[in-house]
């Protein structure tokens, strides 16, 4: 007979990811996770495997919060509204500490990518997501007739990420949210999307 979890599962990973998302994989020690998580040793063997099964976990964890953004706000009927909404509470509306830490994948990418490729590859693919649906909210508002085609749906997607990317590199470098902002202000509005 399986034994019964003695803690929380869902709340052990995500304890595991704002340690992962603070810190780093490498920097992050085994010793370090079980006192986030609160188990013991052979709880996260037994439920996670091992450090890299668990760093895996927590990325998708996060790459699945950071998805939820977009498909919360999106509309059918005024599909940009899900990318303005995606900054607004990615920068706008997260606390100092969140905006500090930058995004865990874009973090994940750049850290692992002379470290464990197949890592840094896991985590380009879960960014890969969020430009998708970036994609489909742009095809969508190009049908509508609400952006104009001069830009495929593909680039202007890309053209976002960018922004993205480069926003989680500014809030690590501790530009301010307000700063933040205005970039992200002046980037809707070059693409005509309108609160």
Same mark, same amino acid.
């Given at each position: $007979?399986a034994?019964?979890?003695? =803690?929380?599962?869902?709340?052990?990973?995500?304890?595991?990811?704002?340690?992962?998302?603070r810190?780093?994989?490498?920097?992050?020690?085994?010793?370090?996770?079980? *006192? %986030?998580?609160?188990?013991?040793? #052979?709880? @996260?063997?037994?439920? =996670?495997g091992?450090?890299?099964?668990?760093?895996?976990?927590? @990325?998708?964890?996060?790459?699945?919060?950071?998805?939820?953004? !977009?498909?919360?706000?999106?509309?059918e /009927?005024?599909?940009?509204?899900? &990318?303005?909404? =995606?900054?607004?509470?990615? &920068?706008?509306?997260?606390?100092?500490?969140?905006?500090?830490?930058?995004?865990?994948?874009?973090?994940?990418? @750049?850290?692992?990518?002379?470290?464990?490729? *197949?890592?840094?590859?896991? %985590?380009?693919?879960?960014?890969?997501?969020?430009?998708? /649906?970036?994609?489909?909210?742009?095809?969508?508002?190009?049908?509508?007739?609400?952006?104009?085609?001069?830009?495929?749906?593909?680039?202007?997607? /890309? $053209? !976002? $990420?960018?922004?993205?990317?480069?926003?989680? &590199?500014?809030?690590?470098?501790?530009?301010? %949210?307000? *700063?933040? %902002? #205005?970039? &992200?202000?002046?980037?809707?509005? $070059?693409?005509?999307?309108?609160?």
């Amino acid at each position: $007979m399986a034994r019964t979890l003695e =803690f929380n599962r869902d709340e052990a990973l995500a304890s595991a990811m704002h340690l992962f998302w603070r810190q780093g994989y490498s920097a992050t020690s085994l010793h370090q996770l079980l *006192e %986030a998580m609160k188990i013991g040793r #052979s709880s @996260l063997y037994a439920t =996670f495997g091992d450090k890299r099964r668990l760093f895996i976990e927590a @990325l998708d964890l996060f790459s699945q919060r950071n998805n939820a953004l !977009i498909d919360h706000a999106f509309n059918e /009927k005024k599909p940009l509204l899900a &990318v303005r909404e =995606f900054f607004m509470v990615s &920068v706008s509306r997260s606390t100092a500490t969140r905006l500090a830490r930058g995004c865990m994948m874009v973090n994940s990418i @750049l850290e692992l990518a002379d470290v464990d490729a *197949e890592l840094s590859k896991h %985590a380009a693919r879960r960014l890969g997501e969020v430009e998708k /649906k970036f994609q489909h909210c742009f095809e969508l508002a190009q049908q509508l007739g609400q952006l104009d085609n001069t830009h495929s749906a593909q680039y202007l997607a /890309k $053209m !976002i $990420m960018t922004l993205n990317q480069g926003l989680r &590199v500014s809030s690590r470098k501790n530009v301010s %949210a307000k *700063e933040m %902002a #205005s970039v &992200v202000d002046t980037t809707m509005s $070059m693409l005509g999307i309108t609160a």
